[in-house]
């Protein structure tokens, strides 16, 4: 490990400024990294056993009540949307679609939140690599005019630069860019799960209006009062729509 730091040490004075500045990227990053893949896991669900749960309550028990306690049963986005919908229960299809629009919105912002810094130092590591590349062949030749092909040390420094740069940016760049692609596949995951509730839940929701079952019935109205109650007294402000996720 001191051979390692050592060596790393070494690289960083060779490389230039850029280099620290590809090793802060390199931290935020890190950082990113850890706190999406935190947050991602506390967004997952059982899809598929969550939605039988809120099929039954719907079809079977005929009662939104029933459904909007499975959604604070569980955490992230599908249950948020899903309970924001559940809520509308009565309401124009035009309206209900709307809520559930507006939900997934800011459900979607949360999801994506942070991912732009990954994206930015994906693209912006090779280019400071670049740089330092440049500015490494620009003391090399600096070198060799000064004092020609007599110290071949000095013009070997500039291009130790240039090549430390080069590789440094890369290896901030690739990990980080692979981290952001599997980020954006489980949001495009989560995307569809949302869809799927969605479309469920509408069916559901126009099976019930068939069989002739009110708001009252189903219990919308006092989950709406309870819902709108829960908000005003929690203290934690995480989600208009739903539990937290």
Known sequence: MENFTGTLMEYMVQGGLVMWFLLAMSIIALAV???????????????????TKIRKALIVNKSIRDAIK??????????????AG?????????????????AALYEMGRLEKRLV??????????????????????????????V???????????????LLTTAGGLFV?????????????RINSSVRDIETSTNMLLESFGEMQRDGVTPDQAGVTAAA?????????????????????
């Open 148 to 162: 020609g092909l007599t110290d071949p040390g000095a013009v070997a420094s500039g291009i130790s630069e240039a």
């Open 225 to 245: 009062s309870a819902s709108r109650l829960a908000g005003r007294t929690s203290s934690s402000g995480s989600s208009p729509t739903g539990p937290k996720g």
């Open 117 to 146: 810094i990954l994206s930015s130092i994906a693209n912006v590591a090779p280019l400071l690599g670049f740089l330092g590349t440049v500015t490494g062949m620009i003391k090399s030749f600096k070198a060799l005019a000064e």
């Open 33 to 51: 990294i850890f706190e999406r893949l935190w947050a991602l896991s506390q967004a997952k669900i059982n899809v598929n056993e969550f939605l």
């Open 86 to 102: 559940l809520l509308k229960y009565g309401q124009t299809k035009e309206d209900i679609e709307k809520t559930i629009e507006t």
């Open 70 to 83: 499975v959604c604070e049963q569980y955490r992230g986005p599908v249950a948020s949307i899903m309970k």
């Open 173 to 185: 760049a690739i990990p980080v860019q692979l981290a952001y692609n599997y980020f954006t596949s």
